[in-house]
């Protein structure tokens, strides 16, 4: 068993021994570019965390693992040309830095050595159910991202289905890393469900905690502009929940500022933010944080290995969900 | 074995049973969309050949001949993105009807059905090697796109890096498709070897073809604007040769048309188009085809099946190979 910064050494060793080609530069350096952005690397250890829950001898599950950081990395390359986002981590995005073009040939490739490292795990044996994984993963992600575009348009979201758009678009895909780090190590297939719904619920806690952090996150560590999404007019979970709970006046109020553009950034975010705390938002949205929180740990609770053995991955997860970064 | 309408319609109807997901509408329904402008299913129809050639039961090669039809349409959907082209096969382009956003999603979206139609042919034991050829065809077409994007801003490209440049963009695939149907079929890997080369050698003199297609062939019957090539001041090999074998009147006089917009684009086509003919382009263009054409039946020759197994696939690439539209 080895601790996160272990794993994260040995993501690094194994993604610095495995480079994209030289050529063309214009194709790969776009794809290195968003790799030294500072990425936590929390999907590959995940991976990595899910095989050493069943087996000793993680290295082998290293393919795997990189294969779901470059999934990861191209789907935010492809996200922030259709967000329009200028900024990843504080640095010009590959869109912005390059252009449109760069950013979605460099992240087609990225996505296709994602398919070659999960192709070169050793044991042949285990890729079509590996496949199988990731491949309902890949989908799922995209069809999310379809959903979070679909009800920038739409004015009556419901909060289920906003829950269900961000398990697809981004709490999937922590729960299929666990799940396909066990599958590299053999387990079987009520683990692999169990693992599976952990780190979804889990990852929906997480993106519950972002939608959280864009409005009241420290700029400087969260690497984002605070208040984007408000700026941007998204139907987060702020505001979801602020339609569902708050008076008529202040549904109205927060729609308007939703109907208007960012003329003067800081008085709407300032503004939003003041409807957001008399609704008492940040304490309700982390209630509802808690609650996928708690759901989740009774799918780790079941998986059928020892305890001790799950305690590098109980940390890391409970760690990163009270980040408040 | 079968004869290629046989075969189209075993594929057509392998596409209505497998049909995409109906929600969300707005990632599937462009899929759909651009799967319906009529492609002539070459790929899928050579990789059923490819399989042909050394087993009766073809069905089994259905989902890998879907699976390269899928990834062509990526490319097709991303590409015409990359290079703004508002029409495909005489229609609008999916980034035209819809939105670049669109163009992006819903081409990733076939990229990860590619993979998965792959994943689910019945013998698990060659999913391995399916992917290694499929991985690396994926790989080289995203290489050779963005050495056609990188031409364009070249002045000194040469004829053997174009040549390099259309056998990865789309003589690659091909190649692949017949390599992946043999692959289906337990071929061994010298004539893997050979059908691969055949199909790539076969396909850059389909590529040589399209070039002079686009200036010389007929717009009504091609689907495409005609001239679109010298509007865009792309680097064809008509262009090339032309810069290889002509004046340097000649040559200064091309390249000032190729240094001015298209405000007038009749008459820019038509200067441009005479500079070919004076030449003798198009004859020298058919030349360097049939180089490349008797390369690639030298692979086919040796193959080692029956000369009455490989009457099929013959036919249908030299019909192709003759084709005027």
């Known amino acids: 068993m080895h601790t996160l910064p272990q794993l994260l050494d040995k993501i690094q060793d194994f993604s610095q021994k495995n480079p994209f080609p030289d050529t ?6 776009p794809c290195n570019y968003i790799l030294t952005l500072g990425g936590k690397r929390l999907r590959p250890a995940l991976l990595l965390m899910g095989y050493e829950l069943f087996k000793n001898d993680v290295e082998k599950a290293l393919p795997a693992a990189w294969a779901v950081e470059l999934f990861h990395n ?17 640095q010009p995005t590959v869109h912005t830095r390059w252009n449109t073009t760069t950013g979605i040939l460099s992240g087609d490739v990225m996505l296709i050595y994602a398919y070659q490292f999960l192709s070169s795990v050793e044991n042949k044996a ?10 309902r993963v890949a989908r799922e992600v995209c069809e999310g991202q379809q959903m979070d575009i679909n009800f920038e348009t739409r ?14 678009k981004t709490a999937v895909l922590l ?20 693992l599976s719904e952990f780190g979804r619920l889990a990852g929906v806690a997480f993106q519950i905690q972002d939608d959280k952090l864009d409005t009241y996150g420290d700029s400087a ?12 007019n998204k139907k987060t979970l ?26 003067n950034p800081v008085e709407k975010v300032e503004a939003v933010k003041a409807i957001f705390d008399r609704n008492n938002i940040p304490e309700l949205i982390e209630k509802e944080k808690q609650r996928f929180q708690s759901e989740a740990y009774k799918h780790l609770d079941v998986v059928s290995v020892a305890e001790t053995r799950k305690e590098v991955l109980r940390e890391t997860v409970e760690e990163f969900l009270k980040r408040d970064k």
């Open 238 to 263: 702020l505001v979801l929940k602020t339609l569902e709970v708050a008076s008529e006046k202040d549904c109205q109020e927060l729609q308007q500022w939703m109907a208007t553009g960012a003329e």
């Open 155 to 168: 004015d009556n979201v419901k909060i289920p289905e906003y829950l269900n758009m961000i398990s697809l």
């Open 126 to 135: 285990i890729i079509a159910r590996l496949l199988s994984t990731f491949n």
């Open 175 to 194: 729960g299929g890393a666990l799940e396909m780090g066990a599958i590299c190590a053999g387990a079987n297939e009520s683990d692999l469900n169990h």
């Open 221 to 232: 560590k969260f690497g984002k502009q605070v208040g984007g999404d408000i700026l941007q």
């Open 24 to 29: 063309p530069a214009e194709l790969y350096d």
């Open 74 to 90: 191209f789907s935010l390359m492809h996200d922030d040309i259709m967000d329009a986002a200028p900024l990843r981590r504080g």
